[in-house]
């Protein structure tokens, strides 16, 4: 009999284990369903069809416009594609009782998204048992890509802790020792599935023309301004595929807390003194300690020394003993400091890192504090549409707003709030200059922020490593 398999995602690792695991259905097993996540930076699934939210069903019960994910890319035997559900309605699926799955239930689910809490995983598992099916997660053996060209991974134990500014300082190094470097960032598949199946970005004007979301010239920009492709996508075997091609080193920058997609030959792993114990708490972060070949802890100047010996107590508990513990330090920069001095500013923070990275502040909220603002103006009583949402569901921002852009609705009503909250400058503590996103009247001041290595150096650590790294 034919095993029927479910996946729990959030339009990311879900469709990389589907492809890698399950593409093409086999006589054995078969996919009947993916569901997405609430809340979990998803925005539209593909053709322009809505992922948030249920489609209205037919007469007969069944769905009409579900989102799928699209034939041409699950494979042969998924001739209509796999049909894309939310979440909440897991149990149906399993029971074989959902209208838009056609197949009759699953015998079990398999957990792929990122950065969320071991109790979370937990809860998902035992929503999968009582209603009757076996539950799964798939291990580095089955999802990790195998690449001819040399692979540094960069990871962390949770959003947030720094992963871009020190994947580009070691980007940096390695183009400075004369290799070709290729940057691959895990997926964010906004919009039609099929047309970014294998994305590459090399200008600023790659990134303009892709009409990205907010969300993902965060992720790209970076990178392309260093003079660093990034390939990006769905399909991970093409995308990675096509990073090797042009690289002597794949430079993995994983988003979220996730595992590198591709078999890191050097695994770099990131924890914040600033959430202690979470190196512990959350999937697959704690997975990604104990697989670490390095650790370093960063934002030390801005955590407590409670909370940096938590962390590095549990880095020396989990980690491998062979794996060293380096430090670097947060260093957050304005191009012109006296503007801020003074002025009601409103700060905008990096939007995953401060909702489900659970970070109350950032880099602009840094900035001003330090470069003597007057007043960081509270954009709750101004938002509006999906940004009051957001700040009503993550409590625990402080005087902080979220660059939360999946959609262009999102965009306008992001600029709305902005504009309603009537502040003197606006600090824009994210990786990409927001101006070229947002239409806003007030004056935008970027703050740079990168990571500094305290006793030691990213020429130094690729240097230490150039064997493996095939640079000898």
Same mark, same amino acid.
């Given at each position: 009999?034919?095993?029927?398999?479910?996946?729990? &995602?959030?339009? &990311?690792?879900?469709?990389? %284990?589907?492809?890698?695991?399950?593409?093409?259905?086999?006589?054995?097993?078969?996919?009947? $369903?993916?569901?997405?996540?609430?809340?979990?930076?998803?925005?539209?699934?593909?053709?322009?069809?809505?992922?948030?939210?249920?489609?209205?069903?037919?007469? +007969?019960?069944?769905? !009409?416009?579900?989102?799928?994910?699209?034939?041409?890319?699950?494979?042969?035997?998924?001739?209509?594609?796999?049909?894309?559900?939310?979440?909440?309605?897991?149990?149906?699926?399993?029971?074989?009782?959902?209208?838009?799955?056609?197949?009759?239930?699953?015998?079990? #689910?398999?957990?792929?998204?990122? *950065? #969320?809490?071991?109790?979370?995983?937990?809860? @998902?598992?035992?929503?999968?048992?009582?209603?009757?099916?076996?539950?799964?997660?798939? &291990?580095?053996?089955?999802?990790?890509?195998?690449? +001819?060209?040399?692979?540094?991974?960069? %990871?962390?134990?949770?959003?947030?802790?720094?992963?871009?500014?020190?994947?580009?300082?070691?980007?940096?190094?390695?183009? !400075?020792?004369?290799?070709? #470097?290729?940057?691959?960032?895990?997926?964010?598949?906004?919009?039609?599935?099929?047309?970014? =199946?294998?994305?590459?970005?090399?200008?600023?004007? *790659?990134?303009?023309?892709?009409?990205?979301?907010?969300?993902?010239?965060?992720?790209? @920009?970076?990178?392309?301004?260093?003079?660093?492709?990034?390939?990006?996508?769905?399909?991970?075997? $093409?995308?990675? @595929?096509?990073?090797?091609?042009?690289? +002597?080193? #794949?430079?993995? +920058?994983?988003?979220?807390?996730?595992?590198?997609?591709?078999?890191?030959?050097?695994?770099?792993?990131?924890?914040?003194?600033?959430?202690?114990?979470?190196?512990?708490?959350?999937?697959?972060?704690? @997975?990604?300690?104990?697989?670490?070949?390095?650790?370093?802890?960063?934002?030390?100047?801005?955590?407590?020394?409670?909370?940096?010996?938590?962390?590095?107590?549990?880095?020396?508990?989990? $980690?491998?003993?062979?794996?060293?513990?380096? =430090?670097?330090?947060?260093?957050?920069?304005?191009?012109?400091?006296?503007?801020?001095?003074?002025?009601?500013?409103?700060?905008?923070?990096?939007?995953?890192?401060?909702?489900?990275?659970?970070?109350?502040?950032?880099?602009?909220?840094?900035?001003?504090?330090?470069?003597?603002?007057?007043?960081?103006?509270?954009?709750?009583?101004?938002?509006?549409?999906?940004?009051?949402?957001?700040?009503?569901?993550?409590?625990?921002?402080?005087?902080?707003?979220?660059?939360?852009?999946?959609?262009?609705?999102?965009?306008?009503?992001?600029?709305?709030?902005?504009?309603?909250?009537?502040?003197?400058?606006?600090?824009?503590?994210?990786?990409?200059?927001?101006? =070229?996103?947002?239409?806003?009247?007030?004056?935008?001041?970027?703050?740079?922020?990168?990571?500094?290595?305290?006793?030691?150096?990213?020429?130094?650590?690729?240097?230490?490593?150039?064997?493996?790294?095939?640079?000898?």
């Amino acid at each position: 009999m034919t095993e029927r398999v479910a996946i729990m &995602g959030a339009a &990311g690792r879900d469709f990389h %284990d589907f492809n890698v695991r399950f593409r093409g259905a086999t006589p054995a097993e078969r996919v009947v $369903a993916v569901t997405r996540a609430p809340g979990q930076n998803l925005g539209e699934a593909e053709g322009g069809e809505e992922a948030e939210g249920g489609s209205e069903e037919t007469e +007969d019960g069944e769905a !009409a416009d579900r989102p799928r994910y699209p034939p041409e890319l699950a494979g042969p035997g998924y001739d209509e594609g796999v049909p894309i559900v939310p979440e909440a309605e897991l149990e149906a699926v399993v029971t074989g009782t959902h209208p838009a799955v056609p197949d009759a239930g699953a015998d079990r #689910v398999v957990f792929s998204y990122s *950065d #969320v809490s071991h109790e979370a995983v937990m809860h @998902a598992a035992s929503r999968a048992l009582a209603a009757g099916a076996d539950f799964e997660l798939l &291990g580095p053996e089955t999802m990790q890509v195998a690449l +001819d060209t040399p692979v540094l991974a960069v %990871d962390a134990v949770r959003t947030g802790c720094g992963k871009s500014s020190v994947a580009r300082g070691l980007a940096d190094a390695l183009d !400075a020792r004369g290799a070709d #470097v290729a940057v691959v960032r895990e997926p964010m598949p906004y919009g039609d599935l099929i047309e970014k =199946r294998a994305e590459r970005f090399a200008t600023p004007a *790659d990134l303009d023309d892709a009409d990205l979301t907010l969300e993902e010239r965060e992720e790209y @920009a970076w990178h392309v301004e260093a003079g660093h492709p990034v390939h990006a996508g769905v399909d991970y075997e $093409a995308v990675l @595929a096509n990073a090797a091609a042009e690289a +002597d080193v #794949v430079v993995w +920058d994983g988003g979220n807390n996730e595992l590198p997609f591709a078999e890191p030959d050097v695994h770099l792993v990131l924890a914040d003194p600033t959430r202690p114990g979470h190196e512990r708490r959350y999937h697959p972060g704690e @997975a990604n300690l104990r697989a670490a070949d390095a650790v370093c802890l960063t934002k030390l100047a801005a955590a407590e020394p409670e909370g940096i010996a938590t962390v590095e107590e549990n880095v020396r508990e989990v $980690a491998p003993a062979e794996a060293p513990v380096l =430090r670097a330090e947060s260093v957050v920069s304005v191009p012109d400091p006296d503007r801020i001095e003074g002025a009601r500013v409103l700060a905008i923070e990096d939007g995953p890192t401060v909702t489900h990275g659970d970070a109350a502040r950032g880099a602009a909220t840094v900035a001003a504090r330090r470069y003597g603002a007057a007043e960081r103006v509270d954009p709750e009583p101004a938002a509006v549409g999906s940004v009051a949402e957001t700040l009503a569901e993550y409590d625990h921002l402080d005087r902080v707003l979220p660059a939360m852009g999946y959609t262009d609705a999102q965009v306008a009503e992001l600029e709305a709030t902005i504009e309603a909250c009537e502040a003197d400058l606006v600090l824009a503590g994210t990786p990409c200059d927001v101006s =070229r996103v947002l239409d806003v009247d007030a004056p935008v001041v970027d703050v740079d922020y990168r990571f500094e290595p305290v006793g030691w150096s990213f020429e130094e650590f690729v240097a230490e490593r150039a064997e493996t790294l095939g640079l000898n």
